[in-house]
């Protein structure tokens, strides 16, 4: 048998909700895309200058953008590991090739060495380079 409710306390009154203030009315001006203020500087209303007087940020660059470029100290350390261990034995025949005067077979090994083209000429300009250093040692010693 279901139990029967108990109806001698009276039921809990609920308060009423606080009434809510009117929405700000729409004005004409529409906001600008994407939410930000305009970057033209002028106090005229309408126009190309247009807007709000305002200073540009300077924004400095970011790393992400620095990905890749050579520092200085990456650039010690591969300088002074070429001055230790010297050319590997593929540069060396890359520079047997240029001092022949086999510039094109020269690009073709160290292509085939490194894998692509883009590649192989970098080595290439790399090795003229060092090849160049040398002669102005040789004749700075002389």
């Known amino acids: 048998m279901p139990a029967k409710k108990d109806t001698s306390s009276p039921a809990p009154v609920k308060a009423a909700a606080p009434a809510k203030p009117a929405a700000p009315a729409k004005t004409s001006k529409a ?4 939410g930000r203020q305009p970057t033209h500087a002028g106090p005229l209303a309408v126009g190309l ?4 007087k305002i200073t540009k940020r300077t924004e400095s660059t970011r790393n992400v953008h620095k990905k890749g470029q050579l ?27 240029l001092r022949n005067g086999l510039e094109k077979r020269a690009v073709k090994l160290a292509k085939r060495k490194l894998g692509t083209l883009r590649r192989g000429k970098a080595k290439y300009t790399e090795i003229q380079d060092y090849i160049r250093k040398l002669r102005e040692q040789r004749q700075a010693d002389k």
């Open 31 to 34: 906001a600008p895309a994407g």
């Open 71 to 97: 520092g200085k100290q990456t650039k010690f350390v591969r300088e002074l590991i070429r001055e230790v261990s010297g050319l590997a034995p593929y540069e060396r025949r890359v520079v047997e090739l």
């Open 49 to 52: 200058k247009k807007g709000f």
